[in-house]
């Protein structure tokens, strides 16, 4: 006579196979503590709450790609969003920029020459490091410059916006002279 094959037992519902092979969950496991716990009623709660603000995101384009906020130009809020964005953006990596030409400086100073020799080693450091620094010196320049684009908007469009952001003014009507 054959041996039957052991079927795998039917998962319960929470999806884990049970012991007894029907599907229904059996008794629970007793836990075991070891050690003694944290009372839940002496453990304070913890709530972290993110704060959403500085940059707007980027803008996402109909190929899915991620563009400028405001890059689109249709309004003064978006212009003032684009150049915020690029001034922030630029900033950020003006300052990293400034710190890694540091860093690169500080390692290759204390490589030697083919020789052994650590006289000149200041000297190649700073050639090669100058380069990084020229760059965080051009996105400090584009910090200034993406925060100048707005004030310049603004200066050269004032009164068409001081048209546009007023609401429309009544006429008056005509005033008849006469006694009614």
């Given at each position: 006579?054959?041996t039957?094959?052991?079927?795998?037992?039917?998962?319960?519902?929470?999806?884990?196979?049970?012991?007894?092979?029907?599907?229904?969950?059996?008794?629970p496991?007793?836990?075991?503590?070891?050690?003694?716990?944290?009372?839940?009623?002496?453990?304070?709660?913890?709530?972290?709450?993110?704060?959403?603000?500085?940059?707007?995101?980027?803008?996402?384009?109909?190929?899915?790609?991620?563009?400028?906020?405001g890059?689109?130009?249709?309004?003064?809020?978006?212009?003032?969003?684009?150049?915020?964005?690029?001034?922030?953006?630029?900033?950020?990596?003006?300052?990293?920029?400034?710190?890694?030409?540091?860093?690169?400086?500080?390692?290759?100073?204390?490589?030697?020459?083919?020789?052994?020799?650590?006289?000149?080693?200041?000297?190649?450091?700073?050639r090669?490091?100058?380069?990084?620094?020229?760059?965080?010196q051009?996105?400090?320049?584009i910090a200034?410059?993406?925060?100048?684009?707005?004030?310049?908007?603004?200066?050269?469009?004032?009164?068409?916006?001081?048209?546009?952001g007023?609401?429309?003014?009544?006429?008056?009507?005509?005033?008849k002279?006469?006694?009614?």
């Amino acid at each position: 006579m054959a041996t039957p094959i052991p079927r795998p037992s039917a998962p319960a519902p929470n999806g884990r196979p049970t012991p007894n092979g029907r599907g229904r969950p059996s008794a629970p496991a007793p836990k075991i503590k070891n050690g003694g716990g944290f009372n839940t009623s002496l453990n304070p709660t913890i709530n972290i709450t993110k704060i959403q603000g500085g940059a707007p995101a980027p803008a996402v384009t109909k190929d899915g790609q991620q563009g400028s906020p405001g890059g689109d130009f249709m309004s003064n809020e978006d212009i003032r969003a684009f150049s915020e964005y690029v001034r922030k953006a630029a900033r950020k990596r003006a300052v990293e920029r400034a710190l890694d030409a540091e860093m690169l400086e500080a390692r290759l100073r204390n490589i030697p020459d083919g020789y052994g020799s650590m006289s000149g080693s200041r000297a190649r450091a700073r050639r090669v490091s100058r380069h990084l620094k020229r760059i965080a010196q051009a996105e400090k320049l584009i910090a200034k410059y993406g925060s100048a684009l707005y004030a310049a908007f603004e200066r050269e469009y004032e009164a068409e916006l001081m048209k546009i952001g007023k609401a429309r003014t009544q006429q008056k009507r005509p005033q008849k002279f006469g006694w009614f």
